[in-house]
């Protein structure tokens, strides 16, 4: 096996802005594996929040040549590497690798649908976000970033500028125990269908008591399967992203667990490119929610890159993965 690992930075349209701050560029690591004649592809999107760094992730990936080219499988790469975005990126190129095997040997595989993506809101003042809401009234999903303080004029604002589209929101860790009922009745008023991450990870112990307005989504507070019997009294859905879990074979047991526990599902992302978002369309196929947007927000993606049109995104092409 060849292992090739490139780090990369795709400049986007405008500012991605969240509650801990604003970032203008995605910052990967793609890799491509040559095994038996076939090259697989995949890429991981590196995050601060859990203390990861493009050059970490880059070195972590790098350690793991002499494990694959002794034939590491995708389960035993499971227990040799911690959930994050460098197991992300290898999982996900050996899933590529069997994938191309498969259909060169004329093998069927899973056939995809087209879903329906959530187009992200990026937080800013109430008439900063009802401008952004009213270009993408027209999509059928809109995610909507918010801060804390002033949450109330801003979902407000939102829904009158997009009456007609179904909205979730993403508060990143934003809200207090003191907050979190007026600022979800506020999401309810608005339509709201769900909250992600009202409380910071590790302070969300409030969420098992008191009304619930509207479903509350974990995002910062569940990783990978170990997770789930902490948070499931306090949530109502997870967000599951393949970063976050260590790649796709983690995602898709962990959305198994999930929905047995009568939990809902989002499937959620990173901001990347189409090849970071590919392989999490076999997740997306029975989703509650789907938020694969990262590559609308980039001012070019790569090509070939996912087909996404009005809020739905086609299956992706071979060429791009799998």
């Known amino acids: 096996m060849r292992l090739k690992i490139e780090t990369e930075i795709w400049p986007l349209k405008r500012a991605f802005v969240i509650s801990r701050g604003a970032k203008t560029?995605?910052?990967?690591?793609?890799?491509?594996?040559?095994?038996?004649?076939?090259?697989g592809r995949a890429e991981c999107v590196p995050y601060a929040r859990y203390g990861e760094t493009v050059a970490g992730v880059a070195a972590a990936i790098k350690a793991m040549r002499g494990d694959l080219a002794a034939g590491m499988t995708r389960a035993a790469l499971q227990s040799a590497?911690?959930?994050?975005?460098?197991?992300?990126?290898?999982?996900?190129?050996?899933?590529?690798?069997?994938?191309?095997?498969?259909?060169?040997q004329g093998r069927e595989t899973e056939a995809l649908a087209p879903v329906t993506t959530?187009?992200?809101?990026?937080?800013?003042?109430?008439d900063d976000?009802?401008?952004?809401?009213?270009?993408?009234?027209?999509?059928?999903l809109l995610k909507v970033k918010l801060g804390g303080a002033g949450d109330e004029e801003r979902i407000a604002a939102v829904r009158e500028a997009a009456p007609h589209a179904r909205l979730i929101v993403d508060a990143n860790e934003s809200w207090t125990a003191a907050t979190v009922r007026p600022l979800s009745e506020a999401c309810a008023r608005a339509g709201v269908e769900a909250i992600e991450q009202p409380l910071p990870a590790g302070e969300d112990a409030a969420l098992e008591t008191g009304p619930r307005p509207?479903?509350?989504?974990?995002?910062?507070?569940?990783?990978?399967?170990?997770?789930?019997?902490?948070?499931?009294?306090?949530?109502?859905?997870?967000n599951v992203k393949l970063d976050k879990t260590g790649g796709?074979?983690?995602?898709?047991?962990?959305?198994?667990?999930?929905?047995?526990?009568?939990?809902?599902?989002?499937?959620?992302?990173?901001?990347?490119?189409?090849?970071?978002?590919?392989?999490?369309?076999?997740?997306?196929?029975?989703?509650?929610?789907?938020?694969?947007?990262?590559?609308?927000?980039?001012?070019?993606?790569r090509r070939p890159g996912l087909e996404i049109e009005n809020g739905r995104i086609a299956p992706p092409p071979p060429?791009?993965?799998g």
């Not at 560029?25 to 090259?39: K, N, P, R």
Request: hydrophobic content about 55%; overall charge negative; glycine content about 6%.
């Open 25 to 39: 560029a995605a910052h990967v690591v793609a890799v491509s594996l040559e095994a038996g004649g076939v090259v």
């Open 319 to 321: 060429d791009l993965w």
């Open 248 to 301: 796709l074979t983690e995602a898709t047991a962990l959305m198994a667990e999930a929905q047995a526990a009568g939990l809902r599902v989002m499937v959620g992302c990173m901001v990347g490119t189409s090849l970071a978002m590919a392989p999490a369309l076999r997740l997306a196929q029975t989703a509650d929610w789907v938020d694969l947007d990262g590559p609308l927000w980039l001012a070019e993606d």
């Open 129 to 140: 976000m009802a401008a952004q809401a009213r270009a993408s009234a027209h999509l059928p």
């Open 81 to 104: 590497m911690p959930a994050g975005a460098a197991r992300n990126a290898l999982d996900c190129v050996l899933w590529d690798v069997e994938l191309k095997r498969a259909r060169a």
């Open 118 to 126: 959530a187009f992200t809101i990026s937080l800013g003042d109430p």
């Open 214 to 238: 509207a479903l509350f989504c974990a995002d910062e507070s569940l990783h990978d399967r170990r997770d789930l019997s902490r948070i499931a009294a306090r949530y109502d859905a997870v």
